[in-house]
């Protein structure tokens, strides 16, 4: 018999030769470096967006706080007591001709309404672009009863950018310095302004704000139904030097004065992030020169 034949190992599991490992301290190629950062960097991205998109979404039907409060602010009006919007007294110090002291009286408050009978088909014209969520207003008298004064808060339906755009409207075509967008009267039976008409509009003023959907405005006449024919807007009868009646009797201080006032007031009202447009600084300052 022949001896064995040569030993033969059993077959195993094929094996695949490895790419050798680069030494320590070797390092790769400058393309294939390239590519492990961009495969990072995307990587880290996508992670992160799925991270941010849960965070986002998580209450996706949410407004923002400023918005939210910019809404809170449109119903002011029928949440504030009305004794609280319009003041049954208002006492301004130094507001009058010569910094005089003065004090205005409220002698009746409308029911709240729509804009369409109680504003000039003008003046509704001009403020359509942000609507007219509702209309309130109140009829002050000073404390000599010979001037009377009516004040307006006009909450629309705009957003913020629609009260901007109409600001800047009305400031760059002087819309508020025109008498043709003279804001009307209330007039109230049994009072003494009663008489209180379109024809007895002296004096007034009318402020867009930004930091709320919100127009204020004011008109001013004498008590005792005289007609006025050349109304001043409150700025240029509360300026020093004007000889106009209404200046003279200080109805371009009643119409800024009462109109700030009630301003300050309802501003006092609005939620803290619905009040911090610096845009209305400005507004402020320039009602008030």
Same mark, same amino acid.
């Given at each position: 018999?022949? /001896?064995?034949?040569?030993?033969?190992?059993?077959?195993?599991?094929?094996?695949?030769?490895?790419?050798?490992?680069? #030494?320590?301290?070797?390092?790769?190629?400058?393309?294939?470096?390239? %590519?492990?950062?961009?495969?990072?960097?995307?990587?880290?991205?996508?992670?992160?967006?799925?991270?941010?998109?849960?965070?986002?979404?998580?209450?996706?039907?949410?407004?923002?706080?400023?918005?939210?409060?910019?809404?809170?602010?449109?119903?002011?009006?029928?949440?504030?007591?009305?004794?609280?919007?319009?003041?049954?007294?208002?006492?301004?110090?130094?507001?009058?001709?010569?910094?005089?002291?003065?004090?205005?009286?409220?002698?009746?408050?409308?029911?709240?309404?729509?804009?369409?009978?109680?504003?000039?088909?003008?003046?509704?014209?001009?403020?359509?672009?942000?609507?007219?969520?509702?209309?309130?207003?109140?009829?002050?008298? !000073?404390?000599?009863?010979?001037?009377?004064?009516?004040?307006?808060?006009?909450?629309?339906?705009?957003?913020?950018? /629609?009260?901007?755009?109409?600001?800047?409207?009305?400031?760059?075509?002087?819309?508020?310095?025109?008498? +043709?967008?003279?804001?009307?009267?209330?007039?109230?039976?049994?009072? %003494?302004?009663?008489?209180?008409?379109?024809?007895?509009?002296?004096?007034?003023?009318?402020?867009?704000?930004?930091?709320?959907?919100?127009? %204020?405005?004011?008109?001013?006449?004498?008590?005792?139904?005289?007609? %006025? /024919?050349?109304?001043?807007?409150?700025?240029?009868?509360?300026?020093?030097?004007?000889?106009?009646?209404?200046?003279?009797?200080?109805?371009?201080?009643?119409?800024?004065?009462? #109109?700030?006032?009630?301003?300050?007031?309802?501003?006092?009202?609005?939620?803290?992030?619905?009040?911090? +447009?610096?845009? !209305?600084?400005?507004? +402020?300052?320039?009602?008030?020169?």
């Amino acid at each position: 018999m022949g /001896g064995a034949g040569p030993s033969r190992c059993a077959a195993g599991p094929p094996t695949f030769r490895l790419r050798p490992v680069p #030494a320590a301290g070797r390092q790769l190629p400058p393309l294939r470096r390239l %590519v492990a950062v961009v495969c990072l960097v995307l990587g880290v991205g996508l992670v992160g967006g799925v991270g941010t998109g849960f965070w986002f979404t998580d209450d996706a039907g949410a407004e923002p706080a400023s918005e939210a409060a910019y809404d809170e602010t449109r119903q002011l009006w029928h949440e504030v007591p009305v004794d609280t919007l319009f003041p049954r007294t208002i006492e301004a110090d130094g507001d009058g001709p010569g910094q005089a002291d003065r004090v205005w009286k409220r002698v009746a408050v409308a029911p709240d309404s729509t804009c369409a009978r109680a504003l000039d088909p003008l003046l509704g014209k001009a403020l359509a672009p942000v609507g007219c969520e509702r209309l309130v207003r109140a009829t002050y008298t !000073d404390d000599t009863h010979s001037s009377v004064t009516t004040v307006g808060l006009l909450f629309t339906e705009a957003d913020r950018n /629609g009260m901007h755009g109409l600001q800047q409207r009305f400031r760059k075509q002087k819309l508020s310095e025109r008498a +043709d967008l003279m804001p009307r009267t209330y007039p109230a039976r049994g009072t %003494v302004a009663a008489e209180f008409g379109d024809a007895q509009r002296a004096s007034w003023t009318l402020d867009v704000l930004t930091d709320a959907p919100v127009v %204020v405005y004011a008109v001013s006449g004498f008590a005792d139904g005289r007609t %006025v /024919g050349d109304p001043q807007p409150a700025a240029d009868a509360a300026a020093k030097g004007q000889t106009s009646g209404p200046a003279q009797a200080g109805l371009g201080h009643a119409a800024r004065s009462v #109109a700030d006032r009630v301003e300050r007031g309802l501003r006092q009202q609005f939620p803290e992030s619905a009040s911090t +447009d610096p845009a !209305d600084t400005d507004s +402020d300052s320039e009602s008030s020169s």
